[in-house]
């Protein structure tokens, strides 16, 4: 796990490309410059036989959830699993994943229904992360407006409305399953993430739609409402 140690103001951004004024920590920038973002993110694949990734225990619900990531253009099939804990039915699970299409989807679940009254499914059917390039993806939701956001670079992309009973976020956070990056804890990690995760941050806080700019660029360890944050660079 790597923290980048720039500041906010240390950045400029234009399109795909990044300009670093001031060099802290980082594997690959090493002095000021302009650079691709494919250079600053390598990610981390995985594959139905890797090893899973367990990530520590979460003391509350996330409101918040984002990750850079990259899938193959037009990605034929379901994408799969960003961050999870899905096992079977009917266990408790959060997933944030992508389906078919590319589109994004967060899912909190006391357990799995087929009418849906048991979980809380945010999906975005008008977005496709599907590009070819990194991007970075948020969804956040405001339980007490019904409503949830999908960011795609720092850029709001849809807005849903849906009813959000907090009752089952809060029973989603009852299994005793640890999450996993990049899959979940089905046989042979069948829904492992089939592109690359660099990294992936999750809030107990609904943010802005300023702050989800900035989290684009940069999140600091010490930000409010953080409550698990992930950095892979190999």
């Not at 650079?35 to 619900?61: C, D, I, Q, T």
């Not at 941050?201 to 684009?216: C, E, G, P, W």
Request: charged letters at 15%.
């Amino acid at each position: 796990a790597t923290r980048l140690a720039w500041d906010l103001n240390e950045f400029t951004t234009s399109g795909t490309t990044i300009s670093v004024k001031n060099i802290g920590v980082h594997p690959v920038v090493n002095s000021p410059g302009t650079y691709k973002v494919s250079e600053l993110y390598r990610g981390m694949s995985f594959s139905s036989s890797s090893a899973k990734y367990p990530a520590l225990p979460l003391k509350s619900a996330p409101v918040t959830v984002e990750a850079w990531i990259m899938l193959e253009k037009g990605y034929n099939g379901r994408p799969g699993i960003i961050w999870g804990n899905y096992q079977s039915e009917p266990n408790p699970y959060i997933s944030f994943e992508v389906i078919e299409g590319g589109i994004p989807k967060l899912e909190l679940a006391k357990s799995w229904s087929d009418t849906g009254d048991t979980m809380v499914s945010l999906q975005f059917d008008n977005v496709n992360v599907a590009t070819g390039e990194w991007l970075h993806l948020a969804i956040t939701y405001d339980a007490s407006k019904g409503e949830a956001y999908c960011y795609v670079n720092g850029v709001s992309v849809q807005t849903i409305t849906k009813s959000i009973d907090t009752s089952i976020l809060q029973a989603a956070m009852s299994s005793n399953n640890p999450m996993v990056l990049g899959g979940d804890h089905r046989a042979g990690n069948a829904q492992y993430f089939k592109g690359k995760i660099y990294n992936v941050h999750l809030f107990s806080t609904d943010r802005s739609a300023s702050q989800i700019k900035k989290d684009n660029v940069l999140v600091c360890l010490d930000t409010a409402g953080l409550i698990y944050s992930e950095y892979n660079t190999s």
